[in-house]
């Protein structure tokens, strides 16, 4: 990054440099890095983070964080991978980094496609499974639909046994893309209609998106918060306000539940067998658009918060 954004990040905010990377020491691998996303979040750290947030904010002159897949090409002895191995890192935008064995997750052959380890599996899954507590038959609702996270809970609730899936959209014309070409029953612009009541909302968006579904949302909804989108990309981009009317949650019995949870190695295992089963029978699919090269990213970036794609945007190197 070369400047803090005032308003939304752009091009102008980043400058691709070329810098040497060395040799990797003891315990240490480089990697040549082949995919990473490029979320709207990341305006949250452009300008100043969030106390507690998993990762820190980016300083003018640092490379923007983000999970990151690619193959190790070489290694600086000791115990750990060898050359061709995939892993995951948390580095960033970069075309090679240099990284700490233990700052790597090998990537196995647990889903078809290295890829597919860039979408946001583990966070929809405990959002509707152990935050909501979907049950069969119930009606899902999920705000920005569309986004990385959306476009998966979406086709997971329904494999996990929702009678209905639903979305929000902040335009008409992507809220029939949600339909068409993700599978939900419906999707609606908040303001501009009146929307379904629910029993599970996923909430990716915060702020006057969450208390309309609120208003409507079934006695006894469990509403697991998934992101703060509102908040993160209008005012300072680091505080997610909202006033609530909380006599209403409390005469319906709504319940609101934070989501940040980390899977443990079991429960990663696990997780990864059952998806990556999904994948190959096909009852899953990774929702997604590649662009190509590291130059790509800051635009791809732009293009994602003005609402331009539909799935979890990757940088391919
Ligand atoms: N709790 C956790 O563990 C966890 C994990 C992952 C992500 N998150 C959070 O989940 C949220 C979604 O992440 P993501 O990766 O899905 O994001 P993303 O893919 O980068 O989001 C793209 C979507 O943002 C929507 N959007 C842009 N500006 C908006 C605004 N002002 N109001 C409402 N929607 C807006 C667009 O909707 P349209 O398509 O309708 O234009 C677009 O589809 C973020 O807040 C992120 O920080 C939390």
């Known amino acids: 990054m070369v400047a803090v954004p005032e308003g939304l990040p752009g091009p102008e905010h980043f400058e691709v440099v070329d810098v040497p990377v060395r040799e990797p020491g003891p315990g240490e691998v480089l990697v040549r890095n082949r995919y990473f996303p490029v979320s709207a979040r990341l305006r949250t750290l452009l300008v100043g983070g969030v106390e507690g947030a998993p990762l820190p904010p980016v300083r003018v002159g640092e490379v923007p964080p983000s999970i990151t897949v690619g193959e190790v090409v070489a290694v600086g002895g000791g115990e750990g991978p060898g050359v061709g191995d995939w892993m995951s890192h948390w580095d960033g935008w970069r075309e090679e980094s240099v990284v700490p064995v233990d700052g790597c997750t090998p990537l196995g052959d647990w889903l078809p496609d290295p890829v597919a380890h860039l979408g946001s599996w583990w966070t929809s899954y405990v959002a509707l499974t152990r935050h909501a507590r979907l049950r069969s038959g119930e009606t899902v609702l999920v705000t920005a639909g569309a986004g990385g996270v959306g476009s998966i809970v979406g086709p997971l609730a329904r494999l996990l046994g929702a009678g209905r899936v639903i979305a929000t959209a902040r335009t008409r014309e992507k809220a029939q893309r949600l339909v068409h070409e993700l599978g939900y029953d419906a999707a609606f612009v908040i303001g501009e209609e009146p929307v379904e009541a629910a029993d599970v909302i996923v909430d990716n968006v915060g702020g006057a998106t969450l208390r309309a579904l609120l208003d409507v949302a079934k006695p006894g909804a469990r509403v697991a918060l998934v992101g703060a989108l509102e908040g993160q990309l209008t005012g300072s981009g680091t505080t997610a306000p909202v006033e609530l009317d909380t006599f209403g949650l409390i005469l319906r019995g709504i319940s609101l539940h934070g989501v940040n949870n980390r899977p443990d190695q079991d429960e990663r295992d696990d997780w990864?067998?059952?998806?990556?089963?999904?994948?190959?029978?096909?009852?899953?699919?990774?929702?997604?658009?590649?662009?190509?090269?590291?130059?790509?990213?800051?635009?791809?970036?732009?293009?994602?918060?003005?609402?331009?794609?539909?799935?979890t945007v990757v940088v391919e190197l």
């Open 272 to 311: 990864l067998g059952r998806l990556g089963g999904w994948l190959r029978s096909g009852a899953l699919t990774f929702p997604h658009v590649r662009v190509s090269g590291i130059d790509s990213a800051p635009r791809a970036l732009q293009e994602v918060i003005a609402g331009h794609h539909l799935g």
